[in-house]
Every structure is written in structure tokens, then in C-alpha cells.
């Protein structure tokens, strides 16, 4: 399987059980996240990721990540039977290479 990654900021994570209007309950996650440029500084959107995977579930905490993702296609949510990048793990980024990489050092951000 192919995978592609990207430099995220988690911001704050959304997991509670919620009800549809006719009254089915389903567990809902989110986790708020900043997508950043290849600098790890500029950002270029803001948005939700989101897995069923519980062992990703708890990865999920504020910091900032590379996020490692797949074309799949998923069986749950708005998505189900789309082909979609699908979250498929997240390596925490030291606070110390995010301060390299924001000094200006393009050896750094291009690692």
C-alpha cells in the first residue's frame, strides 16, 4: 500500500458518543488539527481528522505530528465506498526539530 505524509498540529480532540435524529447512538471522533506546509510553520487549512482505529485514537493528543496516510476506502461515515486518504499513524515531532526547522534551515524541513 502506497502512503503519503503530512505535517499536522493537533489542536484539540473531540470523542463522545452522539445520537441521530432518529435516536441511534454512534461514537463520534475528531481530532481538530492544522495542516502545515512542507516548512512545518505555514499553514495551508484547518480541518478534522478522524479514524475508528482506537490504538490511533490514543495517539491522538495536541502537538504537532507527521501524519501518515493511505488511499483506502473506508466503511464508515460520509466517506464510506469513497476512495479517500485514510489517517494510518502519527510520529510525534520533538519540540526541538520544530525550532530547527523554524529558524530557516532548509536542510532541516526538507528531512
Do not use: Y
Request: neutral net charge; contains cysteine.
Amino acid at each position: 500500500m502506497t502512503t503519503f505524509s503530512s505535517t499536522v498540529r493537533i489542536l484539540t480532540v473531540e470523542s463522545e458518543e452522539r445520537t441521530t435524529a432518529k435516536g441511534n447512538k454512534f461514537p463520534h471522533f475528531a481530532a481538530r488539527s492544522i495542516l502545515l506546509g512542507d516548512d512545518g510553520e505555514t499553514v495551508v487549512t484547518v480541518g478534522a481528522l478522524r479514524t475508528r482505529d482506537e490504538a490511533l485514537q490514543k495517539k491522538c493528543v495536541p502537538g504537532t505530528f507527521r501524519a501518515t496516510f493511505a488511499l483506502q476506502v473506508p466503511d464508515w461515515g460520509d466517506n464510506k465506498g469513497d476512495i479517500c486518504a485514510v489517517l494510518t499513524d502519527l510520529t510525534p515531532i520533538p519540540a526541538s526539530q520544530l525550532r530547527r526547522n523554524a529558524g530557516g534551515s532548509s536542510a532541516a524541513a526538507a528531512t
